[in-house]
């Protein structure tokens, strides 16, 4: 992907703050999408994600560590 963590986590809280909900639950295990992120995920593959949604996703429930 070749985008630094602070950039890419600072344009993932910017498009929160943008939709006015959190994407990501974030904790001491990693991350998991949230019910918003779930809904969001979607429709974002192809055009604003460039198509990293499946490796990003993973699937409901599913955590990945940052």
Partial sequence: ???AQPSLSQQIQALEKELG???L???R???SLTAAGRI???GTCGA???GIGPQVG???GRR???
């Fill in 40 to 42: 969001f995920l979607p």
């Fill in 29 to 31: 295990q990693g991350i």
């Fill in 25 to 27: 639950e974030r904790g």
């Fill in 21 to 23: 909900a959190e994407l």
């Fill in 64 to 66: 990945h560590r940052p």
């Fill in 1 to 3: 992907m070749h985008v």
């Fill in 48 to 50: 604003r994600l460039g």
């Fill in 58 to 60: 993973g699937g409901p």
